[in-house]
């Protein structure tokens, strides 16, 4: 487990990060991953909610580049706008999250987001990012990489949060969702969940929450 010290620690901007991921930026000093490349089925272009089916994706269409292009650098990658993703997203979660305690307090600063256009993927997830900051009254980190380091030597690399695929091992103290009844308790949803189920109570529960997890 990395000591709360005056080292950075190196996250990717995520939409509507995971629990974990802003415990993590709530807790420590973080600076954003800017110059690293796209990869695929990670926490850049979705996030995990639950609905009355239990744990359920949110993802975000992306314009692909192909054939001599190659990668792209997360920076440059586009929203495809011409899914209206946004209204299917937003009704999703007044679906899933309607009767939680929360959602009419914050409704109206997360509704927002899911109108007008946007065209960057790595901006928009900041916004997301800094809405969750303005509801909980915090700071939010606007310092960014200049250049990528496979390994990078002047930060703590917590990069890995990024990978959907890989669970992140954590204790998290459970708290009552909506559908806990039914699916039981599902840790390390997206920031969201907690927001709309916990309320202003969000901010001690992620400062309470280990980061131990950093470790791996």
């Not at 272009?45 to 089916?53: G, H, S």
């Not at 927002?112 to 700071?139: H, M, R, V, W």
């Not at 992140?168 to 907690?194: A, C, W």
Request: proline share 6%; net charge negative; charged share 25%.
């Amino acid at each position: 487990m990395i000591e709360s010290t005056n080292q950075q620690i190196l996250v990717h901007p995520c939409y509507f990060p995971s629990i974990a991921t802003f415990a993590a930026l709530v807790q420590e000093d973080v600076i954003w991953e800017a110059n690293d490349n796209f990869q695929k089925q990670t926490y850049r272009n979705r996030c995990y909610i639950c609905t009355d089916k239990g744990k359920h994706m949110l993802n975000i269409p992306i314009k692909h580049v192909g054939g001599a292009e190659g990668r792209q650098k997360y920076t440059d990658v586009e929203l495809d706008n011409t899914y209206n993703w946004k209204k299917i997203h937003w009704r999703t979660l007044e679906t899933a999250y309607r009767t939680s305690p929360f959602f009419e307090f914050y409704e109206d600063d997360i509704r927002p987001l899911y109108e007008g256009n946007d065209d960057s993927l790595f901006e928009y997830n900041l916004k997301t990012i800094q809405t969750i900051a303005d509801c909980l009254g915090i700071e939010f980190p606007t310092e960014k990489t200049s250049r990528y380091e496979p390994e990078p030597g002047n930060y703590f690399d917590a990069r890995f949060l990024v990978e959907a695929k890989k669970e992140t091992p954590l204790k998290m103290e459970p708290y009552t969702q909506v559908f806990g009844e039914r699916h039981g308790f599902i840790p390390n949803l997206s920031v969201l969940d907690l927001l709309f189920n916990e309320g202003p109570n969000t901010l001690s529960y992620l400062k309470s929450q280990s980061l131990d997890f950093l470790d791996v």
